[in-house]
């Protein structure tokens, strides 16, 4: 089981990227599959996150309208789109995959497989 975020990198405020999240050794429409971010000396924040199965997506407050979350099931991968990014979103973002209720997608200690983290860097 094993998860591979990518995508990361500089940009200037107002920019956009893409992340990918891609399984290997699973299937991920089993699976919620979690987007989190960490600024140094942060705690780990929830953005998004999205039921592998049906599709239905939950966003931050502080993402809400900027940020998209998708799947591509045929490459076993997931998304985020990112746009409109500010300074504040800078940090390293993390995929985790859960199977706990929909209840409790939100908190980071449900979530029991991680990927490496890929930097977001936003200039002023």
């Known amino acids: 089981v094993q998860l591979q975020a990518s995508g990361g990198g500089l940009v200037q405020a107002g920019g956009s990227l893409r992340l990918s999240c891609e399984a290997s050794?699973?299937?991920?429409?089993?699976?919620?599959i979690g987007w989190f971010r960490q600024a140094p000396g942060e705690e780990r924040e929830g953005v998004s996150c999205?039921?592998?199965?049906?599709?239905?997506?939950l966003y931050a407050d502080s993402v809400k309208g900027r940020f998209t979350v998708s799947r591509d099931i045929a490459k076993n991968t997931v998304y985020l789109q990112m746009n409109s990014l500010k300074p504040e979103d800078t940090a390293a973002y993390y995929c985790?995959?859960?199977?706990?209720?929909?209840?409790?997608?939100?908190?980071?200690?449900?979530?029991?497989?991680w990927g490496q983290g890929t930097q977001v860097t936003v200039s002023s």
């Open positions: 985790a995959v859960t199977q706990i209720l929909w209840s409790y997608v939100e908190s980071a200690r449900n979530y029991n497989n």
């Open positions: 050794g699973f299937a991920l429409d089993s699976y919620i």
């Open positions: 999205m039921d592998g199965y049906d599709g239905r997506t």
